[in-house]
């Protein structure tokens, strides 16, 4: 049984009514399309333990949808706290590197001897005189 409707629908044992739909019919149907065994006058058990499966309509369809987008929500929640984590690791590391390198070639060009502390104070003293010289336009 398909249920298009869009609550589930619950059959009970010795339930005296239930929803049944009949159709016109606009022409003699053939033979084999014949109904000539006797009528079913109650619904056995085997039908009813049968339809205690999954039910198949736009309620539990729109439900399925909504439990998979909470998980799929929640997932990548789970991989963005992830990539925010590997990010910050990331810039760390880098920021780690260049402080590295810069502390290296200060060091290195230290120890050359090629700059003092003499021509430190030489470079200071030219951009402090540059700085308090008005500087001529043409």
Known sequence: ????????????????????????????SGVKYLFDKPGANEISNDLVRGMSREILSLQSIS??????????NTKVADIKANLDNMHFMWRAI?????????????GAIWRSGEYTSEKFHQVGDAIRGAASTPSKRD
Do not use: C
């Open 94 to 106: 880098n920021l780690a590197l260049v402080v590295a390198v810069i502390t290296w070639g200060a």
């Open 63 to 72: 439900e399925k949808l909504r439990d998979t987008e909470t998980s799929f």
């Open 1 to 28: 049984m398909f249920n298009a409707g869009s609550l589930p629908v619950h059959l009970f044992e010795n339930d005296a009514l239930f929803k049944i739909w009949f159709a016109d019919m606009d022409r003699e």
